[in-house]
Nanobody, 127 residues
């Protein structure tokens, strides 16, 4: 069983920055991929970004590319999402998830490839 704990959410003004953290109970270097997802009010959850094992390649949703950066610290078993130039539409609950079984090798950076999920952290962007 993998436990994931997100932190770093909060209230920020449009144009501001936040850094989210996802602390994993196990060694993150063991996972095929780690991703950040978000769910805005009255919308379905969507993939924001993923980082893949091996070459640490990354994927970003078009809406966040150039503004968000995903990176990890293997020694701390923590994955981060640096969010800059935040917009109102970035508001939502942000979830961390990991692929332990290799599903992302077929499904890519998306919910079907993920096996374990955190409980989320709320990000609210105000005008």
């Amino acid at each position: 069983q993998v436990q994931l704990v997100e932190s770093g959410g909060g209230l920020v003004q449009s144009g501001g920055s936040l850094r989210l953290s996802c602390a994993a109970s196990g060694s993150i270097s063991d996972y095929y991929a780690i991703g950040w997802f978000r769910q805005a009010p009255r919308k379905e959850r969507e993939a924001v970004s993923c980082i893949f094992r091996g070459d640490d390649s990354t994927r970003y949703a078009p809406s966040v590319k150039g503004r968000f950066t995903i990176f990890k610290d293997n020694a701390k078993n923590t994955v981060y999402l640096q969010m800059n130039n935040l917009k109102l539409e970035d508001t939502g609950v942000y979830y961390c998830a990991v692929d332990k079984l290799g599903g992302t090798q077929i499904a890519g950076c998306g919910e079907p490839g993920m096996d374990y999920w955190g409980k989320g952290t709320l990000v609210t962007v105000s005008s």
